[in-house]
């Protein structure tokens, strides 16, 4: 297997895509097909700040790499969960990378923000742990983007993660929810964009990218993971996959060019500004304060917090890199 640039011993195979390349041209190939979805999609403006969602995990860490390299002014936001040492491995990798690279991170630390992490939030929402972590981290992260001046705010959500949310909404389908599966979520008052610059790269070959370019990251999944229908979707295209090489692709690509344009959701539901946090809401408190009003009050029951204390739904990052 030789590279089909310049011949050496290639380094990665992509069957999907006819292709094997050496190190060198497979992280130039990497970053520019990087900055081909960028522009298709008119994610970003040249060397604009952008605000990067870090897990710590592989995906975040290598689009934060690649963003920087592209020549963004790529500023790390990374939410401490509270998922005892999980959480905690999961930010010192990501003080190690931005440390090394003289890149800023921005950390908010759950628990530290409102008291509880998200094995507590769970129990005390009476919500699965996932739903209650990814209805906070969104609350937060689109938060600090607005707060701290940024107009987007890029994810490193990769092929395998988009196809699996296709999947499973179209298992269940809703046209609003269909309609609003893409690449690109465009900013409005109080909702910064959301951009995803690796939507078309498959697990494996963002993994490639991260080794070959030594970026250390957090090998292990959240441990509340387990178990979630995402996993047995990704489970069920891998083996069509296998059989049939570039299928993920294929499924996305024909839904966002050939059935997406076309579905009809009538009038936008109109967005005012919720009673608690000011931020846009379809009703007169957003789901997140909601959620962490009931948390509190809950809580005071249980004698786990005292009385006088009431739920802020601001928070502030602090600076850690």
């Keep these: 297997m030789v590279c089909k640039v ?64 592209l020549g963004y002014q790529a500023v790390g936001l990374h939410i401490e969960l509270g998922i005892g040492e999980y959480s905690k491995r999961s930010l010192e990798v990501t003080q190690a990378f931005a440390r090394e690279r003289g890149l ?34 969104r609350y937060i992260i689109n938060q600090v983007a607005v707060e701290e001046g940024f107009r987007v705010v890029a994810t490193g959500h990769n092929l395998d993660d988009e196809a699996a949310v296709l999947f499973g909404n179209l298992l269940n389908p809703q046209e609003e929810t269909l309609s609003r599966q893409g690449p690109v979520l465009p900013e409005k008052p109080g909702l910064a964009a959301r951009v995803k610059p690796f939507y078309r790269f498959s697990e494996r070959e963002v993994l490639s990218y991260t080794l070959l370019r030594g970026i250390r990251y957090l090998h292990e999944e959240c441990p509340n993971a387990k178990g979630a229908k995402s996993l047995l979707y990704k489970e069920a295209l891998n083996l069509v996959e296998r059989s049939m090489p570039g299928a993920k692709l294929r499924f996305l690509d024909g839904f966002l060019e050939k059935i997406r344009p076309r579905l009809d959701v009538g009038e936008e539901v109109a967005l005012r500004e919720c009673e608690r946090c000011g931020y846009p809401t379809t009703g007169a408190v957003c789901a997140f304060c909601r959620m962490w009003d009931a948390v509190y009050r809950r809580a005071k029951k249980r004698k786990l917090l005292p009385e006088e204390v009431s739920f802020r739904p601001r928070v502030k990052p602090l600076r850690a890199g």
């Design 104 to 137: 800023e991170l921005l950390v908010v630390d759950l628990k530290e923000a409102y008291g509880f992490g998200v094995p507590e939030l769970a129990r005390l929402s009476g919500r699965v742990a996932c739903s209650a972590c990814g209805l906070s981290k």
């Design 6 to 69: 310049c011949g050496q011993k290639a380094q990665v195979e992509m069957r999907s895509r006819g292709l094997a390349l050496c190190r060198e041209h497979y992280l130039d190939w990497f970053v520019k097909e990087t900055e081909r979805a960028i522009r298709r999609h008119r994610m970003l403006l040249p060397g604009e700040r952008v605000l990067v969602a870090v897990s710590g995990g592989k995906d975040s860490l290598a689009l934060w790499d690649v963003l920087s390299r």
